[in-house]
């Protein structure tokens, strides 16, 4: 039975019943009863595992197909009629043939399955940051996630009203075939489809589909910015509180910056980290002339190996109840979860992501393929469960940004932290941002790629006119928030990290934030505003870079350095980048920023250049698409999907 009278949402789910053609079709009410039958339904079918009532109450084990384990960035288009408006970064493809396409490989794919309705709210119902979406599922599990990451039910429908406009998403699992999987996304018309799978990322649309690709173009055309940055809060012993924005490629650090728990030191003077979203901001300029931010989600979608009480205990406490885990593995002596980096000790007896018995003196942390856990497992938690959420994480007017921060995963060269000389320069460095990729996208892993403000994978129309919105929006704001670099990543000859990371990047925090507020001094550099090392406080910090060689304030002047002749190089690759890579479009104050950097590196020697990274290879040749072998029409239509380069 439908739950709203709203004509378009109606006409959307009855075309979507005709293309799918499922035996059943059941709306998505939000009510803790739905909610608790479609869990006893999901484990009956063998969906999920149901885990420890008692050590882990209310959480469960989903595992996906082998062949469906992470993002497919080359299988994600951007459907806009106009192919130079979805930009050289991402694939595109005619939005005539992409519906055609997906329409042939969904029609009647639902047969024998249920159909659920799903209308979920990214932010906070009411809020003038939310909007509605209505995505319609044949994954038992796809509902029960989109539970967790969104607000769902019948209170967004009475949001819609009558004749609201929402975004429309269609999700059919099909067989799962790799060779025929899609995600398509159509931001002139609000629309995301995806085809044959059942991970997370191309399937949970209200998240990357909804929140970035799509809601990017949103604020582009309506004025605001959606981006892949988490958000914190820093309270200090006086009670006042600063607010951070920051964006990371994934599995940078991302979450355990949300969640930071600061240093003993800290922590007996008062301070103290309240997370407010640890993957997802929509920012929009605040009648008082600031960027206000909030957080469109509703749980954490994280990734699990790594996260242990050491490097994410908030992260770790926040699955402890209420949570889906998916390709994690399961030890079946007490029937909880487990992943590399949960804890030293293996367990004896363990089922692997894929259901088979584990091994565990056959595991080579070498080597990924004797892993337990796959390298993009998740956990799928409530951020209610989550010790530092902040208060204001249910605010529908969002909290007030001092700064926004940066960052990647570069071995040299980017020192600990460095501060824009304004906004304009603080765009040409988000622009420039390079990190190694991870196991979050398929593909190489530790590929170095460029990756603009974290959204390479994930800016719904031409990263030329995303970086020109990033410049006007700062023409609208009367009190910028500054912007800062950080890299935790600075490793020494031997490839040791030099910085502790985790809870110490509180004391970097702490830099940034008082610069924020003038009480902190800085050096110029050729690149921008750099720390004087006696200005970020070590007490009581404690790490050994290497056994027999702690961490020392001249090992925090080497990773403050700035070397010109690096940056020379640096120069040079960011202009290859630009020309080869996005081309057209790049505003003129970027450029500006580029000559001045070159300017102020004049006269060192550029080192030599560093080996191709993934983005000049992409500027070099046509990316490769599989072919589909569905039929010989789809296969047709597949050869007409284009990546610009």
Not at 296 to 317: C, D, I, K, M, R
Not at 514 to 543: S, W
Not at 549 to 574: M, N, P, Q, R, S
Request: proline share 5%; aromatic share 10%.
């Amino acid at each position: 039975m439908a739950l709203t009278k709203n004509k378009k949402v109606l006409e959307f789910v009855q075309e979507s019943a005709e293309l799918g053609q499922p035996d059943n079709i059941v709306w998505i009410d939000g009510s803790a009863e739905q909610i608790k039958s479609l869990k006893e339904q999901a484990v009956k079918s063998g969906e999920l595992i149901k885990l420890n009532e008692n050590l882990l109450p209310d959480c469960y084990l989903h595992r996906t197909k082998v062949n469906d384990v992470a993002r497919v960035e080359d299988r994600t288009f951007i459907c806009t009629k106009n192919k130079e408006d979805a930009g050289p970064i991402n694939y595109w493809m005619d939005p005539r043939e992409a519906y055609e396409l997906c329409s042939e490989i969904a029609r009647g794919s639902m047969k024998g399955r249920t159909m659920y309705v799903i209308p979920y709210s990214m932010g906070v119902v009411g809020s003038p940051f939310a909007k509605i979406g209505i995505e319609v599922t044949d994954s038992i599990y796809v509902v029960l996630n989109m539970n967790i990451m969104t607000r769902v039910g019948v209170k967004c429908l009475k949001a819609l009203g009558k004749d609201g406009d929402f975004i429309k998403g269609f999700h059919a699992k099909c067989n799962v075939d790799a060779d025929n999987r899609y995600i398509m996304h159509f931001p002139e018309d609000n629309t995301i489809i995806s085809v044959n799978s059942a991970y997370g990322g191309n399937v949970l649309l209200g998240k990357k589909c909804f929140a970035l690709r799509i809601a990017s173009y949103l604020g582009k055309n309506e004025g605001w910015m959606a981006e892949h940055m988490l958000i914190l809060g820093v309270k200090f012993p006086d009670g006042t509180k600063k607010y951070v924005a920051a964006a990371f490629p994934s599995a940078c650090g991302k979450t355990n910056l949300a969640m930071l728990i600061p240093p003993k030191h800290y922590k007996e003077k008062g301070y103290e980290i309240e997370c407010v979203g640890d993957d997802i901001a929509w920012i929009r300029v605040g009648e008082d002339g600031r960027l206000w931010a909030v957080n469109p989600e509703n749980g954490f979608f994280g990734v699990a190996p790594g996260t242990n009480e050491h490097s994410n205990y908030n992260a770790l406490q926040a699955t402890k109840r209420g949570t889906i885990f998916t390709n994690v593995a399961l030890n079946t002596d007490d029937m909880t979860v487990w992943w590399e980096g949960l804890s030293k000790d293996l367990p004896e007896h363990c089922i692997d992501w894929t259901g088979k018995p584990w091994n565990k003196d056959k595991f080579d942390k070498k080597d990924k393929s004797t892993c337990a856990a796959h390298p993009n497992s998740r956990f799928t938690a409530p951020a209610v469960n989550c010790p530092c959420v902040s208060p204001e994480f249910d605010s529908k007017k969002g909290v007030p940004l001092s700064a926004i921060i940066f960052g990647g995963r570069r071995a040299s060269t980017t020192p600990l932290v460095y501060e824009a000389r304004d906004w304009n320069h603080g765009v040409f460095i988000g622009s420039a941002m390079s990190s190694e990729t991870t196991a979050a996208a398929a593909g190489a892993v530790g590929v170095l790629r460029h990756d603009p403000m974290a959204m390479k994978p994930f800016t719904g129309y031409h990263m030329g006119d995303y970086f020109a919105h990033w410049i006007e929006m700062g023409k609208k704001v009367k009190n910028p928030p500054k912007i800062f670099n950080v890299n935790w990543f600075r490793t020494d000859k031997d490839g040791n990290f030099m910085w502790p990371g985790f809870g110490d990047n509180m004391r970097v925090l702490e830099w940034i934030l008082k610069r924020c507020e003038n009480q902190a001094d800085a050096e110029e550099t050729a690149i921008g505003y750099v720390p004087k090392a006696e200005d970020i406080d070590l007490t009581g910090l404690d790490y050994e870079i290497k056994e027999g060689k702690a961490f020392g304030i001249d090992d925090l002047k080497e990773i403050l350095t700035v070397d010109k002749a690096k940056w020379a190089a640096e120069a040079e690759e960011i202009e290859g980048y630009y020309n080869n890579t996005v081309k057209d479009r790049i505003p003129g104050e970027l450029w500006h920023c580029l000559a001045t950097l070159k300017e102020n590196c004049k006269g060192a020697k550029p080192e030599k250049a560093a080996p191709t990274t993934e983005a000049s290879a992409e500027a070099s040749k046509p990316a490769k698409k599989p072919a589909a072998k569905k039929t010989s029409s789809t296969a047709k239509k597949t050869s007409a999907a284009k990546k610009n380069s």
